[in-house]
């Protein structure tokens, strides 16, 4: 089993910045990525970005990219994502996910096995 609990969240008004935390708990020893996801009433949950641990190689999706910063500290079994310069459409509630089979692309929802409770973020105009 693995626990992911998620903080950071909050409001905060367009152009603005938050950092969200995921720290991991568990059986951390066979992860080999995290990924946060985000997801708005009445829609699908989205991919927003990913990082391996081994690599530290990032993905982004395009509607974040240059504002979104996914990063890691694996001594304290945590994943960041910094946001900055925010968007009204940024709004929703942001998990932190892991996967336990391999894959060459994190951007499925459905390739993740264990979610954390989800943290919201809400920007205001």
């Known amino acids: 089993q693995v626990q992911l609990v998620e903080s950071g969240g909050g409001l905060v008004q367009a152009g603005g910045s938050l950092r969200l935390s995921c720290a991991a708990s568990?059986?951390?020893?066979?992860?080999?990525?995290m990924g946060w996801l985000r997801q708005t009433p009445g829609k699908e949950r989205e991919f927003v970005a990913a990082?391996?641990?081994?690599?530290?190689?990032?993905d982004y999706e395009d509607f974040v990219k240059g504002r979104f910063t996914i990063s890691r500290d694996n001594a304290k079994n945590t994943v960041y994502l910094q946001m900055n310069n925010l968007k009204p459409e940024d709004t929703a509630v942001y998990y932190c996910a892991v996967p336990l089979n391999y894959y060459m692309d994190l951007r499925a929802p459905r390739r993740y096995d264990y979610w954390g409770q989800g943290t919201q973020v809400t920007v205001s105009s």
């Open positions: 568990g059986r951390t020893g066979s992860l080999y990525a």
């Open positions: 990082i391996r641990f081994d690599s530290g190689r990032t």
